[in-house]
């Protein structure tokens, strides 16, 4: 069985190539456009492992990734947060909202699947 994956990101382009990427490496994978529709497809079902952009309106990473940690069924759900942000800072931040994984915007299809791959088995 497919472990399923849930990508939010703002960008629909973004989306298309995680989503693409994922797939071809033998994910399941859902999307959402931003942090408040992701919490309600977390509310609704179960993943294996979020990949999360930091910038985003309405709500971003940060605090979609604190709110995804309230989640019961998403405690110890792992976050891999994407951002094109190079500053430590932003990585720090992060950790701290309980990303486990930061990967710096632009990467590679190979280092992006290897990665997930890795967290998430």
């Excluded at 399941?28 to 992701?38: I, R």
């Excluded at 605090?63 to 995804?68: G, N, R, S, Y």
């Amino acid at each position: 069985m497919s472990k399923k994956i849930l990508v939010i990101d703002d960008d629909p382009k973004m989306l298309v190539l995680e989503r693409t990427i994922l797939v071809q490496g033998g994910f399941a994978v859902e999307t959402a456009s931003d942090g408040v529709e992701g919490l309600e497809k977390l509310q609704a079902g179960r993943y294996d492992g979020i990949v999360l952009d930091v910038m985003m309106p309405r709500m971003d990473g940060y605090e979609t990734a604190q709110q995804i940690k309230k989640l019961e069924a998403h405690k110890t759900t792992p976050i891999v947060m994407v951002t094109a942000s190079t500053e430590r800072s932003a990585m720090s931040q992060g950790f701290r909202s309980g990303a486990i994984a930061f990967l710096t915007k632009p990467f590679t299809a190979k280092k992006f699947l290897s990665m997930i791959q890795t967290i998430i088995r």
